[in-house]
């Protein structure tokens, strides 16, 4: 009698089956996570922008937009790293989730990045004993805005002082007539909303909206003779905000620095 061949018992596939849904959920939770960090944003930026929410709404719309980006980015390297030790060939299908939530969290985080250290002021003005004063924009501002009188915080000075020293009166040797126009072309170049233009009062009244958020920040530019040479403050502030993550100033460094290239 002819012995019996064993047939080959076959390998349980139920637990590779299982590690590969894991990996697959994961992928799937990361994606799914990430279009909600998306829609959280493209909500914020597009009801604030409409005016729909103020700042403080918008704010929180984008922050919770970021920590859901962080998620979908752990949700998405787990099952990138799954997918790794099971030696799968196609490794770029479980990181869809993740580029998209970096293209959210990155630019969010860098901003946030770039207000530290910085202080907790949004009027910003190269004169601090005699700021230029505003008298066209008042009428554009709603009683939201943050207040021009410059009394919040109450060592407004003292701080700008501290973290901007380097914001001064600019002195240019060049007559009145030509800085004045010169500082109206800039204005124009940088695509300001002009609120007036007064070259009796050597005064220039501007708004400037970030491109992204919408949110509008007021600037007027002062331009006087004294002697021989033309003056020119400037003031920058923010109508919603405590803080400005140092916006305002760089704002008044950058119009100045290249106002005195132009005319040198």
């Given amino acids: 009698m002819k012995p019996t061949k064993n047939k080959r ?12 849904k894991q990996r697959s959920d994961f992928t799937a939770r990361s994606m799914r996570t990430a ?5 959280l944003a493209l909500l914020a930026i597009i009801c604030h922008r409409l005016g729909l929410i103020d700042y403080r709404a918008a704010l929180l719309g984008l ?3 970021a920590a859901s980006g962080v998620f979908a980015i752990f949700f998405g390297a787990v099952g990138t790293w799954r997918a790794k030790q099971a030696k799968e060939p196609e490794l770029a299908a479980t990181l869809g989730g993740s580029t998209l939530a970096l293209l959210i969290v990155v630019p969010l985080l860098a901003t946030a990045v770039t207000g530290i250290g910085k202080p907790m002021i949004h009027d910003i ?9 505003f008298f066209a924009v008042p009428a554009l501002r709603t009683t939201r805005d943050n207040s021009l009188d410059r009394s919040d915080p109450e060592n407004l000075v003292d701080l700008q002082r501290e973290h901007y020293p380097d914001l001064n009166t600019l002195f240019i040797n060049r007559p009145f007539e030509q800085v004045f126009e010169q500082a109206v072309m800039l204005v124009k170049q940088r695509g300001w ?3 007036s233009v007064s070259a009796a009062n050597g005064r220039i009244e501007a708004t400037d909206t970030t491109l ?7 600037v007027v530019i002062r331009i006087q ?16 905000g405590k803080g400005d993550l140092g916006v305002n100033a760089e704002r008044i460094r950058s119009f100045l620095a290249a106002l005195k290239q132009q005319l040198s």
């Fill in 9 to 20: 018992k076959s390998i349980p596939a139920q637990p590779a089956l299982a590690a590969s």
């Fill in 35 to 39: 279009v909600l960090a998306a829609t």
């Fill in 63 to 65: 922050l919770l937009s």
């Fill in 125 to 133: 003005s190269t004169d601090l004993q005699n700021p230029p004063e």
């Fill in 193 to 195: 909303e002009i609120a």
């Fill in 212 to 218: 992204l958020m919408g949110f509008k920040d007021d």
């Fill in 225 to 240: 003779t004294e002697g021989n040479r033309t003056r020119v403050d400037m003031r920058s502030v923010s109508r919603a």
